[in-house]
Nanobody, 115 residues
Framework: QVQLVESGGGLAQAGGSLRLSCQAS????????MGWYRQAPGKERELVAT???????IYATSARGRFTISRDNAKNTVYLQMNSLKPEDAAVYYC?????????WGQGTQVTVSS
């Protein structure tokens, strides 16, 4: 079974930065999409950014220009560099791995942004 382990969440000041990491382990199909989603209290889970095995990216409008998603295929790890953080970025951030047949989710990591 695939396991996703997230790290890097925590408290940041408005305008500050955080870097989230998520490493996948287990039986992982070589062609996949990894991404970050977030869910704030009382809101639906929403896409932040995704990246394919070969580097194609999708960003939410709110993330574009401030966040950068990247991956290291050799390590099965995806990163989210979060700059110019805003209070509205505060949420639980979830890592996702999607293949043609299965989706896997991490447990989530809390991001808090002070105003």
């Amino acid at each position: 079974q695939v396991q996703l382990v997230e790290s890097g969440g925590g408290l940041a000041q408005a305008g500050g930065s955080l870097r989230l990491s998520c490493q996948a382990s287990g039986s992982i199909f070589s062609a996949n999409v990894m991404g970050w989603y977030r869910q704030a209290p009382g809101k639906e889970r929403e896409l932040v950014a995704t990246i394919t095995t070969f580097g194609g990216t999708i960003y939410a409008t709110s993330a574009r220009g401030r966040f950068t998603i990247s991956r290291d295929n050799a390590k099965n790890t995806v990163y989210l560099q979060m700059n110019s953080l805003k209070p509205e970025d505060a949420a639980v951030y979830y890592c996702k791995l999607a293949t043609a047949h299965n989706d896997y989710w991490g447990q989530g990591t809390q991001v808090t942004v002070s105003s």
